[in-house]
């Protein structure tokens, strides 16, 4: 067993042997299907699942179920899919209400808000700094 081999017996070593140790894992792993492993660790108490691919994500039930993606109306770009709120709360919904911005749509708004006139934003953008 990896846990046996004195390389490998404590932190430290293990931290030291890292790419010893990744390679037995790669080698002990590749024995069986990616399945199997999810369902050896999930069994162990270890939370695991499939690396998936972009497509696999947005496709997947708990995904759409859970409201992670959502699609808003972006004014110049249509219909966009973008992240939902994380947080959940019964009976009170957090809808996006807005798209994301566009590339500096609000740049003049926040160098106002920290002290810049606007003619010291203005030349700010005469001088290709925002």
């Known amino acids: 067993m990896l846990r046996e081999r004195r390389e490998f017996a404590a932190n430290a ?7 010893a140790i990744n390679a037995e894992i790669e080698t002990r792993t590749m ?5 199997h492993w999810i369902r050896v660790l999930n069994e ?3 939370p695991c699942s499939e690396v998936m691919h972009l ?6 039930p708990q995904v759409i179920d859970q409201q992670a993606v959502v699609t808003v109306e972006h ?3 249509g219909p966009v899919s973008m992240l939902g709120s994380a947080l959940h709360f019964d009976g009170a919904p ?3 209400r807005r798209p994301a911005p566009e590339l500096g749509e609000h740049t003049a708004q926040v160098l106002s808000e920290l002290g810049f006139s606007v003619s010291e934003i203005d030349q700010l953008r005469e001088r290709g700094i925002i």
């Open 44 to 46: 162990a108490g270890v």
């Open 94 to 96: 957090l809808p996006v």
């Open 13 to 19: 070593l293990r931290a030291e042997n890292r790419a």
């Open 31 to 35: 024995r069986e299907t990616s399945a």
């Open 55 to 60: 497509d696999q994500v947005f496709a997947d």
């Open 75 to 77: 004014p110049g770009h």
